[in-house]
């Protein structure tokens, strides 16, 4: 029998016809931001996305200067997490998982402050 083709069928060939960024995006030009800015949904929804990012620069401030303090520079270093000399916050209610313990809450506090929020791929 054949082998079995991994990947891709074909590539994707470039169509010579596309049109421009600015000629294809013509429902843009028609938006009227006036209206779009005075919108009370738009607004709140843009509210909540703002408070969402100044909690986090707030939070990682927090994390910076009452949680790692002066050990900043021994973790841009590379300094193990066990020889750091940082005193977590004691957390609420029950841990994520069975194994989580003090250390788990270490390296991820770690993590966050050197890689931030959702990086969850370069805290490993």
């Given amino acids: ?17 596309a049109l421009p960024a600015a000629q294809a995006m013509e429902w843009a030009q028609k938006i009227n931001t006036e ?8 607004k709140r929804h843009l509210q909540h996305h703002c408070n969402k990012v100044l909690l986090r620069v707030r939070m990682l401030y927090y994390l910076k200067q009452e949680v790692i303090g ?3 520079a021994s973790i841009w270093q590379g300094t193990n997490h ?3 000399d940082i005193q977590v916050p004691i957390p609420e209610g029950e841990p ?18 050197k890689h ?7 805290i490993r």
């Fill in 1 to 17: 029998s054949a082998p079995v083709p991994r990947g891709r069928k074909g590539k994707k060939k470039k169509d010579s016809k």
């Fill in 35 to 42: 209206e779009l800015l005075t919108d009370p949904g738009y």
């Fill in 70 to 72: 002066d050990q900043a």
């Fill in 82 to 84: 066990a020889n750091l």
């Fill in 96 to 113: 994520p998982i069975g194994w989580w313990d003090e250390e788990a809450d270490k390296s991820l506090l770690i993590g966050v402050f």
């Fill in 116 to 122: 931030g929020y959702e990086k969850y791929h370069f």
